[in-house]
């Protein structure tokens, strides 16, 4: 969360990130039984396989869920490293709506909070169980 939204392609030698934040990178890696290691990071996580999702517990304090989204219309490998490119754009333009379309096959609902909520807000909620 800390680092905004990123997606992640892996295959047997690397792990390639896109985050909004710090641009595109790419780490190579190896498996230790069931944990991740980068070879060129002191960083290491333990993977439990979820099916749909991967739990990444890494030896810094930090958890991750990567979930397995379907390939997105433009490849993820043709997205260039400078943000101004014609790609770049049209990779940013469908994001938002890849994003929404694939947490909501997954049950999770996204709002722009300008609809009413169909149930008490959060803070009435937690309200209500406090006074009791």
Do not use: W
């Not at 792990?15 to 070879?39: E, H, I, P």
């Not at 990444?56 to 043709?78: C, Q, W, Y």
Request: hydrophobic fraction near 35%.
């Amino acid at each position: 969360m800390a680092n905004g939204y990123s997606e992640f392609d892996i295959d047997s030698q690397y792990v390639v990130f896109y985050n909004q934040k710090v641009g595109r990178f790419k780490l190579a890696y190896k498996m230790d039984n069931d944990s991740l290691r980068y070879l060129t990071k002191p960083y290491v996580a333990m993977i439990t396989n979820y099916g749909d999702s991967v739990l990444m517990r890494g030896n810094d304090s930090t958890e991750a869920v990567l979930h397995r989204f379907k390939a997105p219309n433009i490849p993820f490998e043709t997205i260039p490293e400078q943000k101004d490119s014609l790609k770049f754009a049209s990779y940013i333009a469908d994001f938002d709506k890849r994003l929404i379309r694939e947490f909501e096959k997954a049950g999770i609902k996204i709002s722009d909070g300008m609809e009413k909520p169909e149930g008490p807000a959060y803070e009435e909620l937690l309200k209500n169980r406090l006074n009791k």
